[in-house]
């Protein structure tokens, strides 16, 4: 029996379907060939037990035999100590991982996630508070767009760092802001035509879909 296990939600709406953050857990996996078992947690109702592995009530979280822990870029870390595919034991290249791996999450991911949100509800009404994010996202994105001009992977190979910032831009790429960086563009269709990618992201569509059905059997 695998001992890990990663835990997603029950069903998710249409909207972030493809885009749920267990995606990059997934992906990780498959790169790495570890076997998973995915559990569920309900979306509508959060449990207490729910909050005790994820503190937010959010998900991804993953188990490792008796470790639990929460947040995408420690999952993707704690898997990077797993295997060789995912993260260099060589200090040097490590280091770049670690580095890019934060980067994604702390320096270009804080930025995409709020223009996500208002690209979702159309609001683009040109206030003092959205330019402000927008002259952020852009000088991110140039920042990015430079590194990747220069290279296929941020650091010597492929890596989690590559799994978390190919998933943020992709998310920027939903809502076409990467039109202008065609650096950026070629990564993230370089990172999602790998075949692990494509296994991850069809099993998490598969999931929601599943969930789908069984809610119409019981309706
Ligand atoms: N920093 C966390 C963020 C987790 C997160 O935002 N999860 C989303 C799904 S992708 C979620 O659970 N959303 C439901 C909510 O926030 O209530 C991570 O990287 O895992």
Known sequence: MTDLVLTTFDWVPEPPRGFVRDLRIRWALEEAGLSYRAETVPFRERSSDHFSHQPFGQVPWLKDGDISTFGSGAILLHLGERSDALMPADPEPRTK???WLFAALN????????????????DTAAT????????????????????????????????????????????????????????????????????????????????????????????
């Not at 320096?107 to 159309?122: C, D, Q």
């Not at 650091?155 to 202008?180: C, E, N, Q």
């Open 107 to 122: 320096s270009v991911e804080m930025a995409v996630l709020p223009y996500s949100i208002f690209m979702f509800f159309k």
């Open 128 to 219: 003092p508070g959205r330019k402000a994010l927008d002259d952020f996202l852009d000088k991110r994105l140039t920042h990015v767009e430079a590194v990747l001009d220069q290279r296929d992977w941020l650091a010597d190979s492929f890596s989690v760092a590559d799994i978390a910032m190919s998933d943020v831009l992709r998310l920027a790429d939903r809502f076409d802001r990467l039109a202008s960086l065609p650096a950026c563009r070629d990564y993230v269709r370089r990172a999602t035509a790998r075949p692990a990618f494509r296994k991850a992201h069809a099993d998490q569509l598969a999931h929601f879909e599943a969930a789908d059905q069984a809610k119409s059997r019981l309706a």
């Open 97 to 99: 991982v670690i580095e």
